[in-house]
């Protein structure tokens, strides 16, 4: 079988990193897997190095028809028997479009749940467009209930929605890191991570103003400014000399080895407003860290309040969640180990890859 993923950007994402494990376990049971990006990076050259074809083809607004015309043509000379689809609105209707009209079945995942402009028309449009093309798929693959239920709400078939949740390989034997020695971050000070582009809708921002109140704790944020250019990055650096806190809030950037790194951290943090199912969150657990985290998406799902980790609504919560796992470290440690169990039992890579393989071969029988 000859599959493809289309992805987002070429960016290492939450999207990205599911598409690449799903890809691994389709070439070892004998697929032939590629990528196809709008544009290159980091998450590109990932693929490549793994031995992984990628290809770039510029589809992700509505008016990019000649990237559409010029997907439908890849996918007809590679002769693609399934298009993947991690994307949202504007490419992945183009990309249903293109694959049904090069003869290819669609499964499209949705790994977190629309947001659309707020005036009317574009709205409307948009919306109708998402709906109409859902149903030419052959599986619509949630990543959580709760992204399940949203994209039911707005008008996709229930009949091909089902949830697969994400899952993660726990690996008992992590590389050594050195996180703390590159970014000079204390070996004794209680570090917090947060992992994820730097954006409004991650939280940065509320969890720079909970570390001021709460004297003991250091915070790394990882990840980039992809969406302004810096100037939402120079907003948090502002705010942190502000609040008088720069000297325990670190940007790193984006850092290849970020999952393997939250070994250094004795918790994460992520205070977002909309998530699917993070990655990072499995990521964290799987190396038996506490999360503190907002129930967005299918977070909830993932994070058992008091048990794996601690689930918080506003900047006072997360204050007092941060002062209540740096005061009492054996408390961490045990929603640590509890959160690792958790993965191991209910969200592995080996439940989730399985499931959407079957999908696969279901989808080239129809």
């Known amino acids: 079988m000859r599959i493809f993923h289309l992805v987002t950007s070429g960016d290492v994402a939450g999207g990205q990193l599911v598409a690449l494990q799903l890809a691994r376990a389709a070439r070892a049971r004998g697929d032939d897997v590629a990528f196809v990006s709008p544009t290159p990076g980091p998450f590109v050259d990932l ?20 990237g559409a015309a010029a997907l439908t043509g890849l996918l007809r000379r590679e002769r693609v028997d399934v298009l993947h689809t991690h994307t949202h609105l504007a490419a992945a209707v183009l990309g249903r479009v293109a694959a049904r ?82 970014l ?21 921002r509320e969890l720079i103003e909970a570390l ?28 942190a000399e502000r609040l008088r ?12 080895g970020a ?17 699917g199912l993070p990655i990072v969150v499995l990521e964290a657990m799987a190396r038996s860290k506490p999360v503190v985290a907002t129930a967005v998406g299918g977070t909830a799902e993932l994070v058992a ?13 997360l204050a007092t969640a941060l002062r209540r796992l740096s005061d009492d470290p054996d408390e961490a440690r045990r929603m640590g180990e509890a959160g690792r169990r958790r993965v191991e039992a209910e969200f592995s890579e080996e439940a989730m890859t399985r499931r959407v393989l079957e999908l696969y071969d279901d989808a080239v029988r129809r």
Request: charged share 25%; with cysteine; hydrophobic share 40%.
């Open 259 to 275: 999952a393997a790194e939250l070994a250094e951290a004795d918790a994460l943090v992520l205070p977002s407003r909309i998530e």
């Open 184 to 204: 000079g971050i204390p070996d004794d000070a209680f570090l917090v991570a947060h992992v994820g582009r730097l954006a409004p809708v991650k939280g940065q």
């Open 101 to 182: 009209a090069a003869g290819a079945a669609v499964v499209s995942h949705l790994h977190i749940e629309n947001h659309f402009r707020p005036h009317a028309l574009p709205r409307a449009l948009s919306r109708t467009l998402d709906n109409s093309t859902a149903r030419l798929c052959a599986r619509l693959v949630a990543v959580s209930d709760a992204t399940r239920r949203s994209f039911e709400d707005q008008g996709f078939p229930p009949e091909l929605l089902e949830t697969v949740h994400n899952g993660i390989a726990v690996d008992g034997s992590a590389p050594p890191t050195s996180l703390r020695r590159d």
């Open 47 to 66: 693929a490549r190095r793994q031995g992984f074809r990628a290809f770039r083809v510029r589809s992700s607004h509505l008016y990019q028809l000649g």
């Open 212 to 239: 001021a109140r709460v004297p003991a704790v250091h915070t790394v944020l990882v990840g980039e400014d992809l969406e302004t250019g810096g100037a939402f990055r120079r907003e948090l650096e502002g705010e």
């Open 305 to 317: 309040d008091g048990e794996t980790g601690i689930i918080v609504e506003d900047v006072d919560d």
């Open 245 to 256: 806190v720069a000297d325990r809030v670190v940007f790193a950037g984006y850092r290849p």
